[in-house]
């Protein structure tokens, strides 16, 4: 790649368990692992790729999702360019706390709301009928809400995943144009 591509920073952000990493691995085509292991802190990769003839590379920071982890997480979003924020359509709670990860990062960003973001629906492969579930018509209400943009994803099978990522490319070039 010549020197002349991008270096974005961008974050994956949401509770823990929502399938953060399952994504970003999904995304880097390192499949899918059905073993969770939390993350740490935070986890990092690079992914280079061309958006809109653009060449770009992807400096991804997977942060944890645990609230012991909450003022380390907030030190990773300086000088960041966009964010992945992800719940779990079948565990209410990580979509009812959405609004407080989209706040909080972009209050820490250093460029409040002008970080273009897009809202996973994550496991739509698991969606269910039920108390717990959140409908795709929520998430579109919610993301039209606190103005970001929706997509549902299922890690597991890969569906949506480049799509998510290829919408927040284009996303930033509007924002950095």
Do not use: C
Not at 75 to 91: E, N, P, Q
Not at 142 to 153: D, I, P, Q, R, S
Request: glycine content about 10%.
């Amino acid at each position: 790649m010549s020197d002349d591509r991008r270096l974005w920073k961008i974050v994956l952000v949401g509770d823990g368990a929502v399938g953060k990493t399952s994504l970003r691995k999904q995304y880097l085509g390192q499949g899918f692992d059905t073993d969770y292991l939390s993350t740490m802190g935070a986890d990092f990769a690079l992914h280079d790729t061309t958006i809109e003839n653009t060449q770009i590379r992807w400096q991804i920071w997977d942060l944890a999702g645990q609230p012991v982890f909450k003022d380390v997480v907030r030190a990773y979003y300086t000088k960041i360019f966009g964010g992945v924020l992800v719940y779990d359509v079948t565990r209410r709670q990580t979509f009812e706390n959405v609004e407080k990860w989209l706040n909080d990062m972009w209050s820490h960003s250093g460029r409040e709301k002008n970080v273009p973001v897009v809202l996973i629906a994550n496991k739509i492969d698991l969606r269910e009928e039920g108390a717990e579930s959140v409908s795709s018509d929520e998430g579109k209400a919610l993301a039209e809400k606190v103005g970001v943009f929706f997509l549902e994803t299922s890690a597991k099978s890969g569906d949506g995943v480049d799509a998510a990522f290829a919408k927040l490319g284009n996303l930033i070039l509007q924002y950095t144009s």
